[in-house]
């Protein structure tokens, strides 16, 4: 077996991560996906877009936001000393921001003129057309029609910010059927659009950009904790529905061995439950091939796409970004998963204890510091990406909880 | 450029003698597509064995996929019926296998997307469908980049591989795409996806003669013909015109508000086709 000397040189120049990632799209794509990486390999290199990049996370989105010690959490379970990296601070409520500055202003340096996205919980759609109303660019959101029924408040946002919503009535109409039909749509726009694809997922280098751009998170925990405790932290968690938020929180310290790393994926009824109550597609699913890229899928036999549930729309994806699939089978990176109750039960516990309403799926993340922090030493430093704002999801969990509002 | 780009490397199979047949009739041929097994087994035998009669000079057959995303609606809903129908990769080589009892000439190309051939196994599925009587592929999401997954395997196997080529394959692109490429060039007309619109037929002749110019390959053309004339114009240049969301779109005409078959909708369709070939027959007339 050969151990990597660095688990960060990935993907290769196919795009692969060990066996996963790859470009499995219909050749209509193929000459516009080579454009995006050559146009990408010259913009990382390219001072002034680095600069423009940080002048708007700073001045636009709010960065750096804090690492926040959450002491009455930590009082109340008792163990680890536990940090919130505050994602749910950047403009627009989650880190789903920091990936459409950078891809927004790469599509401006390729010359295109129209924006398009999918969206599951509505977070990756707002983040979209909000940089389309400060880059004044037409945009389209593909997004299914029953997550539009569960995220209105997103879906209102997203039309206030300009935005055209198209919903999906195809397949199961949830986040799968949104990215199929944004592939569709670029397919058939091929010369002036750029696809903002909002998860670490899809074709190279589609997972490598959405890393990078979210490696800022990374970044700034490591100086951050730094300054805090004059150390690096021991372990980081953060929930993975395609895994942007984990990727970008665990990828620049993938080489300190001493840090331990939990993805963690919606458990939804329970893994156990059967095939179609829950959306862990490393946990619950096998290896194949969709929105091109070979990844952990959750399928059936016949190699049919299945459709996850969960109680967190961002979340219920049936794939997951293809670097984690790798870093998975390397076991640099531990995948748990947690259930609809505890990610319930997490979310509840966050506002009453810390005062902040987290995002559903930030919860399930929460929900495994629940788990763990318990049983770690006082002077164990652990980080939740706190990956998202609850405000779009109150409704949701009212009714889960059994109130009408 | 070099001489085996333009050679097929599988040059005795069934694909190349109907094209060398049809070459020595002086007409392009009609290439139709259907999903397997829709809305169920029966119907999809039905079709599949009622086509080379109706005037389909080969036959594409769908693959059902819960998420082809590179195909419009009606080909979308024909597979999620065939899935509901119980279609599967090996019940599809069944269909397959039933047809080869009755035509040992016309010639199957399987179309559809990568994963259910993975999950089934590279090396297993080649055997089986070359065992059933396939005899080409056409996987949508599997550009050059990928040629070890399947096209390789395939080629080695003796079963074809048909590329497709797009209005984005530029002539940088071009060579690269008709390597590995067995059987015949599909050209899809558009950028876009399947039963949408159609392409200008001067677009149509530009490309087709700029294929030519790169291979000896016979070349097919589709994506958004609807009509026998539609057809006609196409089967004026291409070597052969392919009709997959038409028909679909005539057999989902012919079910019932629950999904069935109303009666005579297999008669009605391969009614279509007739016409359809009629168009491609009497182009060059």
């Known amino acids: 077996m050969t151990i990597p000397n660095s688990y960060r040189s990935g993907p290769d120049e196919r795009g692969h991560f060990g066996v996963y990632g790859g470009r499995f799209v219909a050749e209509t794509l193929m000459p516009l996906i080579l454009d995006v990486e050559k146009a990408y390999r010259e913009a990382r290199a390219d001072p002034a877009f680095e600069g423009e990049m940080r002048q708007q996370l700073k001045q636009y989105v709010g960065r750096p936001n804090p690492l926040y010690y959450a002491e009455r959490l930590t009082q109340h379970l008792g163990g680890a000393k536990i940090y919130f990296k505050r994602e749910e601070l950047n403009h627009t409520g989650a880190h789903k921001i920091n990936n459409c500055i950078g891809q927004i202003l790469l599509a401006r340096r390729m010359g295109k003129t129209r924006i398009i996205a999918e969206t599951g919980a509505g977070q990756h759609g707002v983040a979209t057309a909000t940089v389309c109303a400060l880059y004044d660019m037409p945009c389209v959101i593909y997004m299914g029609e029953t997550d539009i029924a569960r995220q209105a408040p997103n879906v209102f946002r997203m039309k206030l910010l300009g935005a055209e919503v198209r919903a999906v009535t195809s397949g199961a109409k949830t986040l799968k059927d949104a990215m199929n039909e944004a592939l569709r749509d670029w397919v058939t726009n091929v010369a002036d659009t750029f696809y903002i694809i909002g998860t670490a997922a899809g074709p190279h280098p589609y997972p490598t950009i959405v890393r990078d751009f979210q490696s800022i998170i990374g970044d700034e925990v490591r100086s951050q904790m730094q300054e805090l405790e004059g150390r690096l932290p021991d372990s980081l968690i953060a929930c993975v529905g395609g895994g942007s938020n984990a990727i970008g929180l665990f990828h620049p310290f993938l080489d300190e061995p001493t840090v331990k790393m939990v993805g963690v994926e919606a458990a939804g009824r329970g893994i156990d439950k059967g095939p179609l109550d829950h959306a862990a597609s490393i946990n619950g699913g096998r290896p194949g091939v969709l929105h091109g890229n070979r990844t952990y899928l959750l399928q059936d036999e016949d190699g049919q796409i299945l459709e996850g549930h969960s109680i967190s729309a961002g979340l219920d994806y049936p794939g997951v970004g293809p670097e984690h699939s790798w870093l998975h089978d390397s076991g640099r990176v531990e995948y748990s998963a947690a259930t609809d109750a505890e990610a319930l039960e997490a979310f509840q516990l966050c506002a009453r204890t810390e005062g902040i309403i987290p995002a559903l799926e930030s919860a399930h993340g929460l929900a495994e510091v629940i788990k763990r922090a318990p049983t770690l030493p006082k002077d164990h430093l652990m980080v939740l990406c706190l990956s998202g704002r609850g405000d779009k999801d109150i409704f949701s969990v009212a009714q889960h909880l059994g109130v009408s509002l | ?285």
């Open chain 2, 1 to 285: 450029m070099s001489a085996d780009l333009s050679a097929d490397p599988i040059s005795d199979g069934r694909i190349a003698r109907r094209f060398a047949s049809l070459k020595a009739e002086g007409r392009a041929g009609l290439i139709t597509f259907i999903t397997a097994g829709d809305p169920d087994a029966a119907t999809g035998q039905a079709l599949l064995d009622g086509l080379p009669a109706a005037g389909a000079d080969l036959i594409e057959l769908g693959m059902p996929f819960t998420d082809p995303m590179a195909d419009g609606p009606a080909i979308q809903a024909s597979s999620l019926r065939a899935l509901a129908g119980g279609m599967s990769v090996r019940r599809t080589l069944e269909l397959v296998r039933g047809f080869r009892t009755k035509d040992a000439d016309t010639p199957i190309i399987l179309m559809g997307y990568y994963n259910p051939i993975d999950s089934y196994g590279v090396d297993r599925f080649l055997a089986d469908a070359k065992a059933a009587g396939v005899d080409g592929l056409i996987v949508v999401d599997l550009p050059p980049e990928e040629d070890d997954e399947l096209c390789i395997p395939a080629l080695k196997a003796g079963v074809s591989f048909v590329r497709l080529t797009t209005p984005t394959t530029d002539d940088q692109r071009l060579p690269a795409v008709l390597t590995n490429n067995s059987g015949f060039i599909y050209y899809v007309s558009i950028a876009g996806i399947t039963g949408t619109a159609s392409a200008a037929n001067t677009a149509v002749d530009a490309a087709v003669a700029r294929l030519k110019r790169h291979t000896a390959l016979p070349v097919a053309v589709g994506f958004g013909i609807k009509t026998p004339a539609q057809a006609a114009e196409v089967a004026r240049v291409a070597d052969a015109a392919v009709v997959g969301s038409a028909i679909v779109t005539r057999l989902a005409d012919g079910l019932d508000a629950g999904g069935k078959v109303r009666p005579g909708t297999v008669e009605d369709v391969l009614g279509f086709v007739r016409e359809l070939a009629g168009g491609v027959r009497g182009a060059r007339g």
